[in-house]
């Protein structure tokens, strides 16, 4: 569960950012925040491929 407002996990990606920042640097900071936390969300509820399936699906080698 979040303990931290939207509002304050944004105030902190705008404090890592560098004084030169764009507004591209920033969409991508938060895409990248984004994608991550989904990605826990759907390993925590199982929703999971392992990586020998996921091989086989490509016919990839080890």
């Known amino acids: 569960m979040q303990t931290e407002s939207i509002k304050q996990q944004a105030y902190q990606l705008l404090d890592k950012l560098p004084d030169k920042a764009t507004w591209d640097d920033l969409m991508y900071q938060i895409y990248v925040r984004q994608t991550i ?4 969300k759907d390993s925590d509820e199982g929703r999971t491929v392992d990586v020998t399936e996921v091989r086989k699906r490509f016919g990839l080698n080890k």
Request: proline share 0%; no cysteine; hydrophobic share 50%.
């Open 37 to 40: 936390e989904a990605g826990i």
